[in-house]
């Protein structure tokens, strides 16, 4: 058993610290802010992540797991201190922001009575394990006390951070000190994964490296997914046949509205300013930066397409957050899609399962006009009356509605389904003009004249959308 204190009850904190006592560990997970450690006491969690709420109880009652905001308490006695306080983009072109990492470095220094390991979880530039090592030596309120620092990025997706925690396919661990790293490995070893240890840099680079190969696999599928689309062939198949290939792997091959979330997004541009800053020309980091912006513009120009003007359209959003079983808002494309349609006018319903709180937050921060969006309490309230629905998050209820019900309900039956879950000849029945993304029904078509409208829907669509008004 080791004595474990975790800087930071965000995500990563908070499921690596409550891992870690749930594999026996004394852990202390400190956070500056008050009402989230007062909530945290009460059991109640500052965010969605199934499972982690029962972890969270049991390690507590079990008496080791435990809340605070006192640096003192949290750093005493401690001999492994994880950082796992945020990284934003900052306001540097695309930069990490490490204001955040270097005030916890300067905390622990104050604190540190003792020798201690500290690691960084938290996805920072390459090179900062030297700007930790450097702010806490120059800080170090006894100067005699002796400190290692070892990086340990963290690989976990939300909505299955805990299983990803306890089965991880590898451990990375970097530092310049070896016997700190073989120490830090030794509390992973229960876990029985691959431990990889590399010098800081490494480490620190493995993670960006990682989320950008991810990243770019997700922008090439959708930009195929566009050539799909023009040429008559289906992404969802392409992905397939690729995916037997085990040099390609069938994983992050999943056309749509491109990726968002906490990490992808930021790490990209950060890496790609490092790469800048380096005096180099990232232009594969562009690229997937760019194709990932436009892949949600063409929820926009799909309904232009088949509804023209958006003025005075409701269009229904299924989903909020960034991606499914998670709340989390940040960097969602439903963000965007919002903003852009009611920008034109329209009106727009909106329900997400577990993401409406942390979406109107969201909204409301990115300045959109929430008197135009309506929050739902189910799928068929948003379906009703609506113009378009859009399917931006691929949540599981939203994969088994009834859509007869949800067709009948509609004031027009356009259905954009921007995670590709449903199939368009079953969509079609139901009487919908479906469009999913990269799903090209058949074979390619005759190149028309640019602004002839029956190239992108048939005309005897277009007529009985007509006639439905
Ligand atoms: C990611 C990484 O997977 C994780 O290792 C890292 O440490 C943190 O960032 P997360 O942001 O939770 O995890 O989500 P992930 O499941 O990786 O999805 C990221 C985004 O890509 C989501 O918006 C998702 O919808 C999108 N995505 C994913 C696709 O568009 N297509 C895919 O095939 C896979």
């Not at 180099?280 to 003007?309: C, E, F, S, W, Y």
């Not at 007869?404 to 919908?432: C, H, K, S, W």
Request: net charge negative; with cysteine; charged share 20%.
């Amino acid at each position: 058993m080791s004595n474990i204190c975790v800087l930071g009850t965000g995500y990563v904190g908070l499921v690596t610290g409550t891992c870690f006592a749930d594999m026996g560990n004394n852990v202390t997970c400190v956070d500056i802010i008050e009402e989230k450690i007062a909530k945290l006491k009460q059991g109640i969690l500052p965010i969605y992540e199934p499972g982690l709420e029962e972890m969270v109880e049991r390690n507590v009652h079990a008496g080791r797991l435990h809340f605070t905001t006192s640096y003192e308490e949290g750093l005493d006695n401690a001999e492994f201190i994880f950082i796992a306080v945020p990284t934003p983009t900052g306001a540097n072109q695309g930069a990490a922001d490490m204001r955040y990492v270097e005030t916890a470095a300067r905390m622990i220094a104050q604190e540190l009575d003792h020798y201690a390991i500290v690691i960084n979880k938290s996805t920072v530039p390459v090179g900062s394990g030297d700007v930790v090592s450097r702010v806490i030596r120059n800080n170090l309120k006894r100067p005699e006390v002796n400190f290692a620092v070892v990086s340990n990025p963290e690989f976990l997706r939300e909505g299955e951070a805990l299983s990803d925690f306890q089965h991880p396919d590898r451990v990375v661990l970097g530092s310049s000190d070896p016997e700190a790293a073989q120490s830090v490995a030794r509390l992973y070893l229960p876990l029985r994964a691959p431990i990889l240890v590399t010098d800081i840099y490494t480490a620190e680079m493995i993670k960006y490296a990682s989320n950008a190969f991810l990243a770019t696999k997700i922008s090439f599928i959708n930009e195929i997914a566009q050539i799909c689309e023009r040429l008559g062939a289906d992404v969802k198949e392409v992905a397939e046949g690729m995916g037997h290939d085990k040099r390609i792997g069938r994983a992050f091959l999943d056309a749509g509205l491109g990726y968002g979330g906490s990490c992808f997004p930021k790490d990209v541009r950060a890496l790609a300013h490092m790469a800048d800053e380096a005096g180099l020309h990232p232009q594969m980091l562009h690229a997937v930066m760019d194709i990932n912006h436009d892949q949600r513009r063409l929820v926009i120009n799909k309904l232009t397409n088949i509804l023209g003007t958006l003025r005075g359209c409701v269009i229904g959003v299924l989903g909020l957050a960034f991606k499914a079983n998670t709340d989390d808002m940040r960097e969602s494309a439903s963000i965007d899609i919002i903003r852009w349609v009611t920008a034109q006018g329209a009106t727009v319903r909106v329900y997400d399962p577990v993401a409406t709180e942390t979406g109107r937050v969201a909204l409301e921060r990115e300045g959109i006009n929430l008197d135009m969006v309506e929050f739902c309490q189910t799928s068929y309230d948003v379906a009703t009356g609506a113009d378009a629905l859009v399917i931006s998050t691929a949540w599981n209820e939203f994969k088994s509605l009834n859509m007869l019900q949800v067709r009948a309900a509609m004031r027009r039956p356009v259905l954009i389904d921007g995670r590709n879950i449903y199939e368009a000849t079953e969509m079609n029945r139901y009487g919908f003009i479906y469009r999913g993304i990269g799903r090209g029904t058949g074979p390619a078509p005759t190149i028309l004249p640019p602004g002839d409208t029956t190239s992108i829907l048939g005309e005897a669509q277009l007529l009985s959308l007509e006639e439905s008004k």
